[in-house]
């Protein structure tokens, strides 16, 4: 476990390969299909396509990603996948003993047309008062560069806060590092992608004739505490250990 803490502070992020197993990952994709189906029947806007100058570049106008927060409050067998051992091996590694779940989000980007997301930090939607908060991207599909898979720029984790860094506007750091030239990170369903939020991430679009699907999982340490949240939900819930920054208070919010 000191090479994946070892690995992460280096880069910024770590791929653990094989963290579920085929037959869990068929159970995991079969409620992130009927989670998608739910999503599609209604009349909510789930397309979570990005604005803003940067898709411009990227010509994104047409293209989509299907979208929702929490997939633990549809589905026990996602609940269960984020208190996997495997999966809270690897964080604890990286984050130490104590996890807590700040949200989880699912991604499906459609064949052909799913939707990019340019180069971007995570901290400004959620910023942490240790700056420990990083995200765990379980992939229920495999995840090639023609899907649109996860690219970054290892390292970039050390340049810190950077403000204009949140993807939907110009950015004079975000010209330095274009996407293009982001190393892409090829990943099968079961695998794990987990990166800090100081790091420079994006996607292209699925140009592939295959469905993209991941499931986001946003943690931070319980010895840290959120400093504030622009309309992401807070679940608090704790993974693995204890949530030091809890108080009856934080306990009955309903956020």
């Known amino acids: 476990m000191h090479d994946i803490r070892s690995f992460y502070e280096q880069n910024g992020y770590y791929v653990a390969r094989g963290v579920f197993s085929p037959d869990e990952i068929r159970a995991l994709e079969t409620d992130f ?50 208190l996997h051992k495997g999966f809270l091996d690897v964080a604890e590694a990286i984050l130490g003993p104590d996890i807590i779940l700040h949200h989880s989000k699912l991604f499906q980007k459609p064949a052909e047309k799913g939707a990019p997301f340019p180069m971007h930090q995570d901290w400004t939607y959620f910023p942490t008062v240790k700056d420990t908060m990083m995200a765990g991207i379980i992939h229920v599909s495999d995840a090639t560069d023609e899907m649109g898979c996860f690219r970054v720029f290892p390292g970039t984790h050390k340049l810190g806060r950077i403000t204009g860094t949140s993807g939907q506007t110009r950015s004079e750091m975000l010209e330095k590092y274009p996407i293009e030239d982001a190393t892409p990170l090829n990943a099968q369903p079961g695998d794990v992608v987990f990166f800090h939020y100081f790091l420079l991430h994006g996607s292209l679009p699925n140009r592939s004739n295959k469905v993209r699907k991941t499931v986001l999982v946003q943690l931070y340490s319980g010895d840290d505490r959120v400093e504030t949240d622009n309309k992401h939900p807070n679940e608090r819930l704790v993974l693995r250990g204890w949530n030091h920054a809890s108080t009856r208070s934080s306990a009955d919010a309903a956020k």
């Not at 898709?55 to 984020?82: C, D, I, P, Y």
């Open 33 to 82: 299909d009927r989670i998608v189906a739910r999503l599609t029947s209604g009349h909510e806007d789930v397309n979570a396509r990005w604005q803003g100058p940067e898709m411009e570049k990227l010509g994104a106008a047409e293209t989509v990603v299907l979208h929702t927060h929490n997939v633990q409050q549809f589905s026990a067998a996602w609940l269960r996948a984020m």
